[in-house]
């Protein structure tokens, strides 16, 4: 039994319409401008008879395969096409399918680059510089905190690893660390957060085995790797593109975040309401939360007895900075909504507000 044949749109235009056809007969018809219509025409792409050069102004006609062929330029114009990448396509060189699946894998690549400069122009607004020069040379915070940390006598007594490496170890090291850039190059699809954790986790663990051991909160050490012109932030952009490291440098900050969230709900849900009032907490409760907080994140932090004035202060501005952090974070619907799709975290705003406020207004050496 043969299949019956099926009444095409192109079947229509050739027996309900006058041959050949105008430009403006054309336009009307098709809906493409008159200045598309002649673009084609100057690309190669759709050149139709002319009447002649004694017919009237030596007017283009168009024929049935002619629209057959314009329907075909406005098919791949909307899959995202050039113009310039159309004629094998259109004249059988190249197969279609062939070149839809290649398109569609270039688009996947700039939705997800898409997708990265996203999450970077988060990072910029969650740590408060401007986003357009956050954007564009990455954001002054890091290079500030890696700064102090290099210079920390706690950063200085570990022994980095690699110092003892040979020539096959460096070898292996940026290999390794070559395959965690692709890991988040290829972050994609739904889920997209839960990826972005499991490369960061990836990362950590290549920094324990190249620099020295983190826990699982610090997170500020691989986060400095991405500072301006350092090789980890080369390398990544030698792989990737120029918004590579920036892109890896907002993960690693926003899972540390989400880290720094989970961890600090459990510690508050374990104070009173009233505790957590800016002119009752106990001082002794404030100065643990503190320590907390900065030793969680990786900040070096003195022993009490060798504290004084001026590094307190430094102690207190990091946390005050981290809480701010967490503030903002929480303020951001969008971001919440990427990092917590299930259950979100039961911190108030606030009451980050109230304990920035309260650790400033402690005067341990009055």
């Not at 404030?286 to 900065?294: D, Q, S």
């Not at 590094?311 to 981290?322: C, D, L, N, P």
Request: hydrophobic fraction near 40%; include cysteine; charged fraction near 30%.
């Amino acid at each position: 039994m043969s299949r019956r044949k099926v009444t095409t749109s192109n079947d229509l235009i050739r027996q309900n319409c006058t041959w050949p056809m105008t430009v403006g007969e054309v336009a009307k018809l098709t809906g493409v401008t008159r200045r598309a219509l002649q673009v084609y025409d100057e690309r190669g792409l759709l050149c139709p008879a002319r009447s002649g050069e004694d017919v009237a102004n030596n007017r283009k006609l168009y024929m049935p395969e002619d629209i057959d062929r314009l329907k075909q330029i406005v098919v791949l114009k909307d899959y995202g096409f050039d113009l310039k990448e159309m004629p094998p396509i259109l004249d059988g060189e190249v197969d279609v399918v062939e070149a839809l699946n290649e398109k569609l894998e270039e688009l996947r690549a700039q939705e997800n680059d898409l997708k990265n400069r996203i999450l970077f122009a988060r990072y910029a607004q969650v740590v408060g510089d401007d986003i357009f020069e956050t954007l564009a040379f990455g954001t002054s915070e890091v290079d500030a905190f890696a700064e102090f940390l290099r210079e920390s006598p706690v950063y200085q007594s570990k022994q980095q690893k690699w110092q003892n490496f040979t020539e096959t170890d460096f070898e292996e090291m940026w290999d390794d660390f070559g395959r965690i850039v692709l890991q988040f190059l290829s972050i994609s699809g739904d889920n997209t957060f839960d990826q972005v954790e499991d490369a960061v986790g990836a990362l950590r663990i290549w920094f324990g085995e190249t620099y020295f051991e983190t826990s699982d909160l610090d997170l500020l050490a691989p986060w400095m790797m991405f500072e301006d012109g350092s090789d980890e932030a080369e390398f990544a952009q030698a792989v990737g593109d120029d918004s590579t490291p920036g892109f890896m440098q907002a993960a690693v900050f926003l899972v540390w975040l989400k880290k720094m969230l989970d961890k600090l709900s459990e510690t508050l849900q374990a104070m009173t309401a009233g505790e957590l009032d800016h002119a009752s907490m106990a001082e002794n409760k404030m100065i643990r939360l503190v320590h907390f907080v900065c030793e969680a994140a990786g900040y070096p932090v003195v022993e009490v007895a060798q504290l004084d004035r001026e590094k307190w202060s430094e102690i207190v501005e990091f946390f005050a900075t981290t809480l701010a952090y967490l503030a903002a974070a929480l303020e951001d619907r969008d971001l919440m909504e990427d990092m917590y799709p299930r259950t979100k975290p039961t911190i108030d705003p606030r009451c980050l507000e109230k304990l920035i406020e309260r650790s400033r207004a402690l005067d341990l050496f009055s």
